[in-house]
């Protein structure tokens, strides 16, 4: 799989948009882009993911850049319960396993 | 839809004792996968089952640990005897198709102590 990196700390105020990057310079054409979250004590969950597209759901958006070396994860309008750490992980095709890095611990400030 | 559920949430046992983990994927998931995450370090993928057969089982530590997926449900994971080293989170994930465009949904864990 492809490595990525990520910041290790974020802070962002709460209501606002929380923009977490992640690189993944190495990526492949059959490699996707998934993010996941680990609030404390519970098990990661699963956010969104794309291949290529810009994706879209009811938690958050995924922005790939046109030559898929890097990715943003956008919460749109942060709250305090987003408080977590945020997983960027490259997943290939035909490989079923995720591999976790360190992520990014994002604060969401009152 | 019920989630990824494991039991128990917590498991307190001692060096060379026995300790059997239970996980129940969505229904209908033929994909199931554990990881741990033991203090201070990522999270680590076990083994990776489809429907009963075991398909990756690269990252089991060592022949302390047998899962089991009977009948191609739920699943068991039993650490025999355990160790010290042992202690950590046991998450238990699962998907429904085969394929890297299919999430995978995780339990909220099994925190297993060995004292």
């Known amino acids: 799989d492809a490595k990525t990196t990520q910041p290790p700390s974020m802070d962002c105020a709460e209501g606002r948009a929380a923009n977490l990057p992640c690189n993944h310079s190495?990526?492949?054409?059959?490699?996707?882009v998934y993010w996941y979250r680990q609030i404390h004590s519970q098990g990661p969950q699963y956010i969104i993911h794309?291949?290529?597209n810009n994706e879209t759901n009811e938690m958050a958006s995924l922005i790939i850049t046109e030559d898929r070396k890097s990715s943003t994860l956008i919460l749109p309008h942060a709250t305090l319960r987003d408080t977590a750490v945020y997983y960027c992980?490259?997943?290939?095709?035909?490989?079923?396993?995720?591999?976790f890095g360190q992520g990014t611990r994002l604060t969401i400030n009152p | 839809e019920a989630g990824v559920t494991q039991f128990p949430s917590h498991s307190v046992i001692e060096k060379g004792q026995t300790v059997t983990l239970r996980c129940d994927p969505i229904?209908?998931?033929?994909?199931l996968y554990w990881y741990r995450r033991v203090m201070g370090k990522e999270i680590k993928f076990l083994l990776h089952?489809?429907?009963?057969?075991?398909?990756?089982e690269s990252g089991m530590p060592n022949n302390r640990f047998l899962a089991e997926r009977t009948g191609g449900t739920y699943s068991t994971l039993k650490v025999q005897p355990a160790e010290l080293e042992d202690s950590g989170v046991y998450f238990c994930?699962?998907?429904?198709?085969?394929?890297?465009?299919?999430?995978?949904?995780f339990g909220n864990g099994t925190r297993l102590t060995v004292t």
């Open positions: 190495t990526i492949s054409g059959n490699e996707y």
């Open positions: 994930a699962s998907s429904q198709v085969w394929g890297a465009n299919s999430p995978l949904h």
């Open positions: 229904s209908g998931h033929d994909n």
């Open positions: 089952f489809v429907k009963e057969s075991k398909q990756d």
């Open positions: 794309g291949l290529k």
């Open positions: 992980i490259v997943r290939i095709q035909g490989a079923q396993k995720l591999v």
